[in-house]
């Protein structure tokens, strides 16, 4: 089955600074890939996501990009503030007939730092 | 804004008890999910739910666990006999799935606490 994995699983910032976060996955048929943002003790939320038809998408100060030869895919935060600090899950998907079952990185804890 | 609705939010049980779980997932949405997530670990997949019956599931989606859509609106994840390892929090997720790659939407959770 799908295998993702995700780098850092920790990441210290300056309030300001860029975050970048990176997962891989290793089946190739995988065709959407979200991005979820989990704060303490609630759901994930998606954040942004990004087909396999395309390689990068932006959203305010938040893009993503993909590498479908290499199978990587990047979050990128810019301006970072103190907000943005929760844990970050990425994940992979691949239509089966009963779903869109989501395979799920180890996460990273993200602190912006002020 | 729609949103997946889970309760309890909290449920402490003891062990070889039997518990239920419940969603009620967006109202348009055709096909629900149950994913758990172990304290300070990633987020599994344990079933998926389409057209009343699990169309795929998970290693740890054994005989212990059941889903059951029991009216228009409730989707449930029933343990029967709990185990010290069941403790997590449990995620209830729906989408509508036109099309392979759509948001799936994640309920607030609900904490199972096995004592």
């Known amino acids: 089955g799908e295998n993702v994995e995700q780098h850092p699983s920790t990441l210290s910032v300056q309030e300001g600074d860029s975050a970048v976060i990176k997962c891989t996955y290793s089946d190739s048929a995988s065709n959407y890939f979200p991005w979820y943002k989990q704060e303490l003790g609630k759901g994930p939320q998606l954040i942004i996501d990004i087909r396999s038809n395309v390689g990068e998408k932006k959203d305010q100060r938040i893009a993503v990009t993909l590498n479908k030869t290499a199978k990587h895919f990047s979050l990128h935060i810019t301006e970072t503030q103190p907000e943005d600090s929760a844990v970050y899950f990425c994940?992979?998907?691949?239509?089966?007939?009963?779903?869109?079952?989501?395979?799920f990185g180890t996460g990273t804890q993200l602190k912006v730092e002020l | 804004e729609p949103e997946v609705t889970q309760t309890p939010s909290h449920q402490v049980t003891q062990m070889g008890q039997e518990v239920i779980l419940r969603c009620v997932p967006i109202s348009n949405h055709l096909y629900f999910y149950w994913y758990r997530q172990i304290l300070g670990q990633k987020v599994e997949f344990l079933v998926s739910?389409?057209?009343?019956?699990?169309?795929?599931k998970s290693e740890i989606f054994d005989d212990q666990f059941s889903v059951e859509r029991p009216d228009g609106s409730n989707f449930t994840l029933k343990i029967r006999s709990t185990k010290l390892e069941d403790s997590a929090m449990y995620f209830c997720?729906?989408?509508?799935?036109?099309?392979?790659?759509?948001?799936?939407?994640f309920g607030q959770g609900t904490r199972l606490t096995v004592v």
């Open positions: 739910f389409y057209n009343n019956e699990i169309s795929e």
């Open positions: 997720a729906s989408n509508i799935l036109y099309r392979a790659d759509t948001e799936a939407f």
């Open positions: 994940a992979a998907s691949i239509l089966t007939g009963g779903g869109n079952k989501l395979t």
